[in-house]
């Protein structure tokens, strides 16, 4: 019962036999006195004594674990080197990352790679030989794949949990393991693989329960984006999932393009989760991976690491002279990005430069954390978001692209400091090849190209004849005239 009346609380006081009398009750019927008798008390001694033998009281939250040393900065190197002429994608970049990460003394034991499904196609069952798979009562079976080198090997000591296609076991191990250091005091990081939206789509419920208790760990959301696995069912063309990650509050959202950025992202988790220095370690990084081949480039140098972390670093910039844009994008529309700043200096005379967005969410709650203070210390000086910050001096319209829908790039757009348009994937996907969904998309190199010069037509910086010219001159309505190569075909 919420609320008792006063007749009721007498009749529960008499036959509980608890000492309070009339009027205590009567004085107040709808906040009747405590009562404790005393620690001395035989019941009380009775339920002190078998706490004790049970382990102590719940809830209660351990803070204090074993002190894990970090990975020195080489373990990183492989993602920073680039790929030289060999295409590869984010995925098998991070699969490359995460086997030195497991090879490493110091945290190497305490990684434990989730994966519910898929572990060829992202390129882990390069982990089966050495790091095992875990089961308690050993294999008992004859794989199907026993002549391969890299055949399906489980153990009691095996470091990796294979649950089978099981989405919902898969993130209770996740949040066993990434709740490890606090219920068990030994930190484990635990490495969570899933296919585009099994993750925060079918399993968001659990996730924001893991981030309730404090969970840590990366969730790696592969064959990210609507366009890059395509013809395979709905379930593959995720153009959502940064959304559906940006509102939980422990989650860390990335949607790196380059390896390099990867490698800066996954340390800079593993120290904040794991360093014991950042004021809030209970946090879990979700990083985006694509499955479409490129060439990866190594890391520039004086690589902006502040700004990749932070969200926002100037990429590429323009190589002529003209009217200035800005071309901003995410994940594996960074390419796209650099296609359209060719032709637009190559066809239009347009001068553009490109910046690569680690995080719209990051940036998004760096602003709104910017004007919460400014609302609350009227007096103090002015906070500006970081991504305002970046882009002060940046000239011309800015133009975003992401291979998800218009309200990812969106999350920024009260915080960009000019005329601001988005590019994005709304709608379910679409079975064709790469280029032709970009295409129905709108979200190739050349639509962005078209999108650019609408924004200087709009500022009265191009003449108005050559958006028609550009329609055109690119078959913007021909859903079969996607761009080609590394920045929208087929691999």
Known sequence: MKKM??????????????????????????????????EDD??????????RELGGYVPERRTKHTHIELPEAKTYDVVKKGSGKQEIATTMAF????????????????????IPDEARTFGMDAYFPTAKIYNPAGQHYTSVDREQLLAYKESPQGQIVHVGINEAGAFAAFTAVGTSYATHGEPLIPVYVFYSMFGFQRTGDAMWAAGDQMARGFIMGATAGRTTLTGEGLQHADGHSLLLASTNPAVVSYDAAYGYELG?????????????????????YYLTLYNEPL???????????????????????????????????????????????????SDWGVAADVWSVTSWTELRRDGLAAEEFNFLNPNEEPRVPYVTTKLAEAKGP???????????????????????????????????????????????SHSMVVRTLQSLVKRGEMDPAVLAHAIEKYSLHDVNAGTTGSAGGES
């Open 42 to 51: 035989e019941a009380i001694q009775y339920m002190q004594e078998r706490r």
């Open 398 to 444: 800015f133009v975003a692209l992401t291979d998800f829908m218009h309200a990812v790039p969106d999350q920024i757009r009260a915080f960009v400091p000019g005329d601001f348009a988005t590019l994005g994937a709304d709608d379910f996907g679409f079975s064709d090849t790469r280029a032709a969904a970009r295409r129905f998309f709108k979200i190739d």
């Open 295 to 345: 060439v990866q480039p190594a890391e520039p140098e004086n690589f902006d690491v502040e700004g990749a972390l932070k969200g926002i670093y100037h990429l590429s910039s323009a190589t002529i002279t003209g009217p200035k844009a800005q071309l901003l994008a995410s994940g594996v529309a960074v390419p796209w990005a650099l296609e359209a700043q060719q032709l637009l200096a």
């Open 5 to 38: 009346t006063l007749d009721n609380l007498k009749k529960f006081r008499d036959e509980m036999h608890i000492p309070i009398t009339d009027a205590a009750l009567e004085a107040d019927p709808y906040q009747p006195p405590f009562y404790h008798p005393g």
């Open 264 to 284: 800066h992202i996954v340390r800079d988790g593993i120290e904040r989760m794991y360093g014991g220095k950042h004021e809030d370690p209970n946090v879990m």
């Open 95 to 114: 699969a490359r990352l995460l086997k030195d990460l497991l090879r490493d003394k110091s945290i190497g034991n305490r990684i434990v790679p989730i």
